[in-house]
Structures are given as C-alpha cells and as structure tokens.
C-alpha cells in the first residue's frame, strides 16, 4: 500500500497548514494513524495519533492544542490540521498508517514500530 501525503507548503508564523494522507488504493480499515516529522540531522519524532477503536489522540507537548490529527480509518485518510505554526514547527512530515487488525496500546502509540505504511513526506516551512 502507497500512502500519498499532500498539502506541505511555506507559511509564515502564525499561520495554518492542513496535511492529508490517503492510500493509493482501497486497503483494509486502519487500526491507528500518525504524523511524524523530521529535520536535518534529527531524528525522526512522533507528532500526533488517532487511534481508531477509542477515537483516542496523541500529541507531541510542543503542538498540543495547535494541531488536531483526524480521519476516516475506514476509508483510509487522516489529515493533520497544524494552527499557529511557528518556525520551529519546520519539518518534512510523514503520515503513518497501522494495517494490522490488532489496535495498539497508548503506550506505543508513539512509536514508530507501531506503523506498518510510510508516506513519502511532505515539507512545511514556516518563517518567522
């Protein structure tokens, strides 16, 4: 399954941005989706997830209550409303989706492992 993300850009600080990813064709339900992102010579890290048996979500400290991850699992898109963006919010990000039946626990939510399908990335920008 490809993952096709979509919607990166430049914006200035204090901005919105709104992140999709979908599959490239029908696949089964998604258990669980996430964003991550990645800068030159970082790691890559854990951003935000929805899983799909409680609706529960996930948020990196830094973007609780600027982004909001949603999606239709069963139709296989999640997107990623990012508000008030500030530089350091500067990042390739990557969709990740889960196509195992099982759902996973809070406590790996945020680990890459968790995920089966990568996007390829999208770049944000924001200046300052």
């Known amino acids: 399954v490809q993952l096709q993300a979509s919607g990166g850009g430049l914006v200035q600080a204090g901005g919105s941005l709104r992140l999709s990813c979908a599959a490239s064709?029908?696949?089964?339900?998604?258990?669980?989706v996430g964003w991550f992102r990645q800068t030159p010579g970082k790691e890559r890290e854990f951003v935000a997830g929805l899983r799909g048996s409680d609706k529960s979500t996930y948020y990196l400290d830094s973007v609780k209550g600027r982004f909001t991850i949603s999606g239709d699992l069963a139709k296989n898109t999640v997107h990623l409303l990012m508000d008030r963006l500030k530089p350091e919010d500067t990042a390739v990000y990557y969709c990740a989706t889960r196509g195992r039946s099982s759902y996973p626990i809070t406590s790996t939510m945020r680990t890459e492992g968790v995920y089966d399908y990568w996007g390829q990335g999208t770049l944000v920008t924001v200046s300052s």
């Open positions: 064709e029908p696949t089964s339900r998604w258990t669980a």
